[in-house]
């Protein structure tokens, strides 16, 4: 009935433009001699750069439209190909990927990219979905005008696999991406940095973070800051401090709009004073590495909060006899990105227009952002995936047995190494001007209710209370093999 040879004809044709588009593992850093990445970088015209994103937007939406008559509208389903062309489209040309960015538009291919990131994370045979997914998040996160058009309210139109929530379309990158660290499979561990450092980067922008996604996003530092994850791992640390970097950006830059998140902070004060008075002692570090449990990181709460979204369906695993893709070791997440500030000098910026101007967006290579020191190293992802599923299975074993034999042990030295470098001095004093007047508050009133202390907290400011601000940090993304 719905027999159509030009769907056949599109899926082959995007198939054969992704392979001509491949630069190949061997690339130097010089000008590409591939003709077709050189042409694709040299589109420039308004109307090109539209006719393509909505192409590309109602493709990617047309699998997750809802109709009132089941059947009733063609399902296409190359949405994979449709990612891997977006993503080589903004990656070898920044003109495209500024008009993407320049208005909301951008927010039509997030709510796809999400909507299969939550439908794919207990797949193992979908781990290169996963990976084009984050990267494509990654790659856009390092721009400002990405976290701005996040602020925008989302209205629920794709039934996702999350709890219902009312907010931004930065309350549903936060949610998702707690889904997938939560509940996802565990080859998707390496790719924890990237969504945190997403996060980092789009933070000094939310103006407003809803209850679900301030809960959801302080059960992760909850999660994380736990001691026998923190001893478990040479590099588990690092995630602690991408979370505290995020929560520092928005108290010191958003603490305005920000109460429900201030909020969840004051109740889980707790976490953030373990966290700073972690033990160091031998026979502690024992204790605490001895309760190390393989349990996921599921979050205790209620099921009136945790109900997924009406019409979603929970994700699945891969069909029984289904090949794991395999794919490169993933880079470490400072050899990913590179650290820009978002606040450079007068003298940087003569310098940037001076380079804008002569090197021409045109010539296909991608405009060299000034990169700073690294501030704090990622976490080791290098677990990387053999050439084959077989080999994959044999590495796993073999992670599994070495684990066992030649245990990492934690050593004093190491914890101090980095406790004393945790950023925890914004939100601790944060919480050491607040809590009492928090308390006070709720004794004087005799208050059991959240509302007037969100509207106190809304009211409240912290000019002049707090350290001064830190430059805002950006890791923008930059093209290695791994990718």
Known sequence: LWADSKENLVELALQVLIVTLDEGANQS???????????????HREEDFEFMLSGITRLLMNPLVQTYL??????????????????????????????????????????????YLIDSRADHSKVGLMHIGV?????????????????????????????????????????VFHKIITTGHQR?????????????????????????????????????STPWFLMSNQTNHNLVFFLLEMLNNII??????????????????????QLANLPTDCSTMQKNASKKSKKPLTRKSSQIEDESMEGSQPARPAEPGTLKASLMKLPRIENLTEDVSAHPSKKLMDQL?????????????????????????????????????EKVEENEKKDDSSSTADKWVP????????????????????????????????????????SEILRFLQNGTLVGLLPVPHPILIRRYQANPGT
């Open 29 to 43: 850093d010089g000008p590409s001699d591939n003709l077709f990445l050189n042409y694709l970088s040299r589109i």
């Open 70 to 115: 089941p059947g009733s509208q063609r399902k296409v389903n190359f949405h994979q190909e449709l990612l891997i062309l977006f993503w080589k489209l903004c990656e070898h040309n920044r003109k495209f990927m500024f008009h993407v960015l320049k208005s909301s538009n951008v927010l039509e291919v997030i709510v796809p990219i999400l909507h």
């Open 135 to 175: 990267f494509i998040l990654l790659l856009l996160s390092g721009e400002r005008n990405f976290g701005v058009r996040l602020n925008k309210p989302y209205t629920a139109t794709v039934p996702m696999d999350i709890p219902v929530f009312s907010g931004s379309h930065a309350d549903l990158l936060i949610i």
């Open 252 to 273: 010191q830059y958003q603490f305005d709009g920000n109460y429900n998140l201030v909020y969840t902070m004051i109740r889980k004060r707790t976490v953030f004073h």
């Open 188 to 224: 998707l561990q390496p790719l924890f940095d990237c969504l945190l450092t997403i996060l980092c980067n789009i933070s000094p922008y939310l103006k407003s973070m809803s209850m679900t996604a301030a809960c959801k996003l302080i059960h992760l530092v909850e999660a994380f």
């Open 353 to 389: 227009t001076q380079s804008l101007a002569s090197n021409s967006l045109e010539s296909g290579k991608p405009i060299a952002a000034v990169a700073g020191s690294p501030v704090q190293p990622g976490a080791d992802v290098g677990r990387g995936e053999a050439a084959g599923s």
């Open 411 to 450: 050593t004093p030295e190491w914890i101090s190494s980095w406790k004393n470098k945790m950023p925890l001095q914004t939100v601790m004093r944060m919480l050491q001007v607040l809590v009492p007047q928090v308390e006070k508050m709720c004794i004087d009133k005799g208050l059991t209710d959240e």
